[in-house]
Every structure is written in C-alpha cells, then in structure tokens.
C-alpha cells in the first residue's frame, strides 16, 4: 500500500533490548521510515547497527550521544548516525521526545546494545569506510 496514516497504525517497539523507543514505521525495500517516541524519563541506551540513520526532531528536547560527541537537540534538528557508530539519546525534561527516521533497509529498524563499559568511539573516516565497502 502506498498510503499511511501514522494516527491510525498500530506502534511497534523500535528499540531492541536498549531503549523504550516506540511508533509506528513502515519497512521498504530499500528504506525504514517511522514516526517514533521515547517518552519523557526514559532513554536509548548506547548502542549501534550497520545500517545508518536520520532523525528529524519533532518535538522534546534530547540529549544525544553520536561517536563521542554530545549535543542536546530539539525541534527542527536532524541527528545523522553513521553505520556502525555508538550512539544514544537520553529525554531530557517532561516532554516526550518524537522524531522521523530513516534508515537504509539492509539491517532493519533494531540495533544492538554496546557491551558493558563500551564508549562510543569516532567513525571511521570516509576513505576508509568506503574501502571496506569495495572490499565487501
């Protein structure tokens, strides 16, 4: 169907093991786009998947953890997480924080949860990246 209505579909859990994250998303085949929540006092904790990530803040203020780097974020922000790098995102005040997201279809909506004692570490630069991508 080519049609949604994200105040009538049903949410899902998008957060695995990790973080309290719920809404409504749909799956392509190239593309996962959702409407999601974390409500106010709770968090995604540290954690990564081989797919990247784009989230757009719709409403609520996020304190965000990307490679290292924090920065707290609301309305009209864009949040941008590379493939395979350590974030999170903590709900900072009474507001639930809501975003869009997108990812790339290659992995799927859920990431997995850093090891114990993991810190978020910088992405590989480009040219590296991109070089074990040819080698794939």
Not at 90 to 118: L, P
């Amino acid at each position: 169907m080519p049609f949604y209505n994200t105040r009538t579909m049903k949410p899902k859990h998008a957060g695995g093991d990790y973080s309290t994250a719920r809404g409504p998303f749909i799956e392509g085949e190239r593309m996962i786009f959702g409407k999601i929540t974390i409500p106010a006092g709770t968090r995604a904790e540290l954690h990564s998947h081989p797919n990247e990530q784009f989230s757009y803040i719709l409403q609520g203020r996020v304190r965000m953890e990307v490679a290292g780097k924090k920065k707290t974020l609301g309305p009209g922000d864009i949040i941008h997480v590379p493939a395979n790098t350590l974030h999170s995102a903590t709900v900072v005040g009474g507001e639930d924080h809501v975003f869009i997201t997108v990812k790339d279809a290659s992995w799927g909506i859920h990431g997995v949860k850093a090891k114990a004692g993991a810190r978020a570490a910088k992405p590989a630069p480009r040219k590296a990246q991109a070089k074990r991508k040819a080698a794939r």
